[in-house]
């Protein structure tokens, strides 16, 4: 019963921004969408000719980069308001907290289904060749999923205590966009290789497009998401379990 | 079956200032060896109540009476399942709804309809009830068109109205209510009346803090005073003595 209330709670409080976005204005979230596609085309072919790389290649992998980044870097933007901004529901009803992370998670993957025909319209359009291993996105992003779903979660907690954690994370999210493969793909990069792969999100991203542009993920980038996955739910419910009756006090 | 019950209930909690709230300064404090704690990371923890006990059943109505500061939204919040204690147990047996804060769970931006949804489905209600409910609340409430506008539009007696009315009419076991209920006007109080009578009379408990006493009286047939945290039950006699 009460999971049954959660999931309706979650999933009308999603659908109710975006169903506000679609009222607002004729185009509604798909302004997200092109925009996505306005800044990948630009982006796209003016970075080819300056890097001398063949559009046909680079054009999609920065076009699966970029969607990929805005919906990491959009979970973990907000993640730092969580619950503050929610503070008028966590301070007058008894709900269970995890609602808000996921409420958060599914706004993001419903932005994200937005921008992905982008991505195959690209594809197509430049005759990327895809193959089935495509498909393998799939569990792919939903690793990921699991993996923003702990982050917002922990970032939300720190955030609700700490205010200026929103400061600090907007701050570091560029720098981090500049060390993750949304621009290249790794191998571009002949020396600082080992530092990007010392960012997680280049692995969140990794694991999502490689099929997408026709390899299998290498084994050690699926492996790190499961290793996250694993240590990082771990760390967070401990957290998150000592400090969930502070949360009320603080927001 | 209603129950509510504490048993040496007591809540503490902490209040930062806006250096304890920085990450920054709490960083600047490890590094520093703690030398300037007193001014990087001052927390002052408040005793809001202290080993709070009763028992509340099927057709108790509250009046919570109170100082500002006494502890009273306090002890609604701890009695909703928001706030929990540090020591003492809350037993709480029963569906609760509260209209504690003006436009708590409301989005500004939503309609007075669309608010009536939101709210509903926040209090555990499914979109067809809420949707079966919302003729009864409009009627209720008598804000005609207004449902239509923004509820930033809305005054604070009419948000109140609105508030309200989702709350009793998802037919709750338990209502909590706080001052915010004397910002409407006396028609309203009237109809609220009716409400929450036939709401104590159906099963339920319904606990009420105000400052007015005059409204205490009307609806109550029980009567707390807070004082620094310390709960005690007084006679309808001793009211007026403050």
């Not at chain 1, 209330?5 to 798909?30: E, H, N, W």
């Not at chain 1, 619950?83 to 966590?90: D, K």
């Not at chain 2, 509820?151 to 009419?169: D, K």
Request: a neutral charge.
């Amino acid at each position: 019963m009460q999971s049954l209330q959660c999931f309706r709670i979650v999933t009308f409080m999603a659908l109710s921004d975006v169903r506000a976005r679609y009222k607002r204005s004729v185009l509604g979230p798909l302004w997200l969408t092109l925009g996505t596609a306005g800044g990948s085309a630009g982006l796209g072919f003016i970075w080819s000719e300056l890097l001398h790389i063949e559009a046909a290649t680079f054009v999609p992998t920065l076009t699966a980069g970029l969607i990929l980044w805005q919906f990491i870097a959009g979970i973990i933007s907000e993640s730092t308001v969580l619950f503050n901004r929610q503070a008028s529901i966590i301070r007058n009803l008894n709900l269970p907290l995890a609602i808000h992370p996921m409420q958060l998670l599914l706004r993001h993957l419903i932005n994200f289904a937005h921008n992905a025909p982008v991505f195959f319209i690209v594809a197509i359009l430049l005759g990327l060749p895809m193959n089935t291993n495509a498909w393998l996105a799939l569990p792919g992003l939903f690793l990921v999923a699991l993996n923003l779903l702990w982050l917002a979660l922990l970032i939300g907690l720190l955030g609700a205590r700490f205010r200026d954690l929103e400061y600090l994370i907007a701050t570091i999210m560029p720098l981090l966009m500049f060390i993750s493969p949304v621009f290249y793909r790794p191998n571009y990069l002949p020396f600082s290789e080992q530092i990007m792969w010392f960012n997680p999100f280049s692995h969140f991203i990794e694991i999502v497009r490689s099929p997408l542009l026709g390899n299998p993920p290498p084994v050690f980038v699926v492996e790190t998401n499961l290793l996250m996955l694993a240590c990082g739910t771990l760390v967070t419910l401990c957290l998150f379990n000592s400090k969930r009756n502070r949360i009320a006090f603080w927001v | 079956m209603a129950v509510l019950k504490f048993d040496n209930v007591t809540v503490q909690y902490p209040v930062y200032n806006s250096r304890s709230m920085s990450l920054r300064n709490q960083l600047v404090r490890i590094s520093t060896g703690g030398r300037i704690e007193g001014e990087a990371g001052h927390i002052q923890i408040v005793t809001a109540l202290n080993q709070v006990s009763f028992e509340l059943h099927d057709g108790d109505a509250v009046g919570l009476m109170g100082h500002n500061g006494a502890g009273k939204s306090t002890l609604l919040r701890t009695m909703a399942g928001v706030y929990h204690p540090v020591s003492g147990t809350v037993t709480r047996h029963g569906k609760v709804a509260t209209v504690l804060e003006l436009g708590a769970g409301m989005d500004p931006e939503l309609s007075g309809y669309e608010n009536i949804i939101r709210m509903g489905v926040l209090m555990g209600l499914s979109i067809p009830e809420i949707r079966g409910k919302t003729a009864e609340i409009e009627e209720f409430t008598q804000l005609g068109d207004f449902l239509q506008l923004p509820v930033r539009t809305y005054s604070s007696g009419m948000a109140t109205r609105l508030m309200f009315a989702v709350a009793t009419s998802t037919q709750p076991d338990i209502l909590l209510v706080d001052e915010i209920f004397g910002t409407g006007d006396a028609e309203f109080q009237v109809k609220a009346k009716e409400r929450m009578e036939s709401l104590i009379k159906s099963v339920g408990i319904f606990v009420f803090a105000s400052h007015n006493n005059a409204l205490i009286r009307q609806y109550c047939n029980r009567f707390f005073r807070l004082e620094h945290g310390q709960l005690v039950e007084i006679e309808p006699v001793d009211i007026e003595a403050k």
